[in-house]
């Protein structure tokens, strides 16, 4: 079984639609993160938490939120969607040898 | 601010062959690691391999190992023996020992020919 999984694994939306991705983990790490992959820039980080009780913007944080329901839960969310946001979105987590283990992506197509 | 540059979007290697994929980095930190991802067309993000600033050995795994220049901010991968499953983009990441935020490159696209 995988150990960073991601839901829903595609999703497509329209503009203005409040949307979550969700992601669990089960190696037990208390650092958790999400990404987005645009084509020719990378992944680049969104929001990351050391723990339950700690969130942190990543460089692009505008237009989303994150919430923090348990060690082994971080979900993403964006308020209201714009076609912008179209993206691969990544969830990873990390534990005490900093190595982050990714999901296996969620493709947001918002029209 | 951390940047990762991999100056090389698209390479390709003949099966078999040995291939190497360039990446710089800057920092003013001292103490770091690096890391090597693979992403092939499932679009899994698999780490390939994990060196640490402060160790001179470079690391190797299996078929897959880096030449760590400290002094020069390089950090190359090279694959031996190519197979076509080592067809995917790559991606060079750095980390700071004391932060957890990873900076990645923009990629390499590499091609095994069979």
């Known amino acids: 079984d995988a150990d960073v999984t991601q839901t829903p694994r595609n999703r497509i939306t329209k503009t203005g639609k409040r949307i979550m991705l969700e992601c669990s983990q089960t190696?037990?790490?208390?650092?958790m993160y999400w990404y987005r992959q645009d084509p020719g820039l990378g992944l680049r980080l969104i929001y990351y938490?050391?723990?339950?009780?700690?969130?942190n913007k990543g460089e692009i944080s505008d237009g989303y939120s994150v919430s923090r329901q348990a060690q082994a839960k971080f979900s993403l969310s964006l308020e209201s969607a714009i076609p912008n946001q179209t993206a691969l979105y990544f969830c990873a987590s990390a534990g005490g040898t900093d190595t982050q283990y990714f999901g296996p992506g969620t493709r947001l197509t918002v029209l | 601010a951390q940047t990762v540059t991999q100056s090389q979007p698209e390479m390709s290697v003949q099966e078999a062959e040995t291939v190497t994929l360039s990446c710089t980095y800057d920092?003013?930190?001292?103490?770091?690691?690096l890391f090597w991802y693979k992403q092939p067309p499932s679009r899994q993000m698999i780490l390939v391999i994990r060196?640490?600033?402060?160790?001179?050995q470079n690391a190797t795994e299996n078929r897959f190992s880096v030449n760590f220049q400290k002094a020069a901010k390089s950090f190359s991968l090279k694959i031996s023996d190519s197979q076509l499953g080592d067809t995917a983009m790559y991606f060079c990441a750095f980390m700071k020992r004391s932060g957890n935020q990873f900076y990645f490159g923009t990629g390499t696209s590499l091609t095994v020919i069979p």
């Open positions: 920092t003013s930190e001292s103490n770091y690691y």
């Open positions: 190696k037990g790490h208390d650092r």
């Open positions: 060196q640490e600033a402060y160790k001179q």
């Open positions: 938490s050391f723990d339950v009780k700690d969130i």
